[in-house]
């Protein structure tokens, strides 16, 4: 049984300009201890995914048709239909089954707050009957954990008296605080120089083989990803278009658009510098976004089918799958 399993999720926000469909029909799992990455640019619905998961869309969004389980348990509220219901499962799980590490830690830690007393909230709130000197020792022990030095001192002081890399290793130690079964990380470096971003992805690794809890990775750079990630999924357009192993992703993409990300990476390691390719073009609008192959309109390759309807999933293993017309055993010339 996986650990997350989304089937058919479609969630919608309602604006003054009508229905943005931000997630459309989107199918992922995550078993446990695998570290999935959902890669694609801004706006590609990675995030609202997550979001949906995690309960927290905005006012004007609402999750319209899907199932979400977790280890088995259905959490969906176009499942769950009573609001009651719902809200109670999901105080119980954010938190205790599911946390997130959110890209920019100044807009999640509060201000005039000290670390503390941000730490120890959902220890408390999960632990009932936890001393408050018991839940304190256990932040100084996550603080310890995600390498932040003189944690004893450290915890008495408020987020502006620590560097960003240093904020972001307190948001990670409050993720972990209840041992959470999924992490969802997002854009977890975004706002980190190239330095910090290499250490808080090697801390994540080292956090996955420690305490044996999915990881799920949400970032707009494959290069992110590549090392610390088990499985890649592409998604584009509210949709995705490309799932497989890291090697599969990176050694046989199959879908244009992945091509295309792959194409923007530098490689260190190459002995000649090659050209970095942009794709062309800008996502699309996904207010008035219709039931055909989303990236048509930017894909070099695409056919007069593609902007007619949406292309199934083509199998090429057990874990790769893509979502593109050029796959089609017509376009392969192959016939059916």
Known sequence: MAMLDIKHLTTEFTTENGVVRAVRDVSLHVEKGEVLGIVGESGSGKSQTMFSVMGLLAQNGKITNGSIQIDGE?????????????????????????AMIFQDPMTFLNPVLRIQTQLIEPIINHNPGISKKEAIDRAIELMRKVGIPSPETRIRQYP??????????????????????????????????????????????????????????????????????????????????????????????????????????????????????????????????????????????????????????????????CSCWLNHPYAQGKGV
């Open 74 to 98: 259905e959490i969906s509220p176009a499942v769950i239909t009573e609001k009651k219901e719902y809200e109670a499962k999901m105080d119980r799980i954010r938190g205790n089954d599911m």
């Open 160 to 321: 502006f008296q620590f560097s960003g890399g240093m904020r972001q290793r307190i948001i990670i130690a409050i993720a972990l605080a209840c041992d959470p079964k999924i992490i969802i990380a997002d854009e977890p470096t975004t706002a980190l120089d190239v330095t910090i971003q290499a250490q808080v992805l090697e801390l994540i690794s080292n956090l996955k083989e420690e305490i044996d809890s999915s990881i799920i990775m949400i970032t707009h750079d494959l290069g992110v990803v590549a090392s610390i990630c088990d499985r890649i999924a592409i998604m584009y357009g509210g949709k995705i278009v490309e799932e497989g192993t890291t090697d599969e992703i990176f050694y046989e993409p199959k879908h244009p658009y992945t091509k295309g990300l792959l194409s923007c990476i530098s490689n260190p390691e190459e002995l000649e510098r090659k050209e970095l390719h942009p794709i062309p073009g800008s996502p699309p609008d996904l207010l008035n976004i219709e039931n055909n192959c989303p990236f048509a309109d930017r894909c070099e390759h695409a056919m007069k089918v593609c902007k007619m309807a949406m292309p199934q999933a083509e199998k090429f293993s057990e874990t790769h799958f």
